[in-house]
């Protein structure tokens, strides 16, 4: 015979390994709070994603004065395209 469980939500019968009730979606045990655990994890990994797209950002400004350094070698800057035109 197994022993069963009562939600205290909804008064349902569950298995005791069950952490959350499948009628109601409650937790089983009210010191379990997953949202807690998880939320400072998941704002890590939002950190890391805002930081690598500030590096990305910067990456980018600093290859675009790069890439105008180059050709501002090639044409001065009283002398463009534009202009010949
Ligand atoms: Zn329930």
Request: hydrophobic content about 35%; proline content about 7%.
């Amino acid at each position: 015979m197994s022993k069963e469980s009562i939600c205290q939500a909804c008064g349902c019968t569950l298995d005791p390994q069950f952490i959350f009730c499948p009628w109601c979606g409650s937790p089983t045990d009210p010191d379990c709070f997953l949202a807690e655990r998880f939320d400072p994890v998941f704002e890590r990994i939002q950190n890391l994603q805002v930081r690598w797209t500030q590096t990305r950002i910067a990456r980018m400004e600093h290859d675009l004065s790069e890439i105008d350094r180059c050709l501002s070698e090639i044409v001065p800057a009283s002398e463009t395209l534009y202009q010949e035109l």
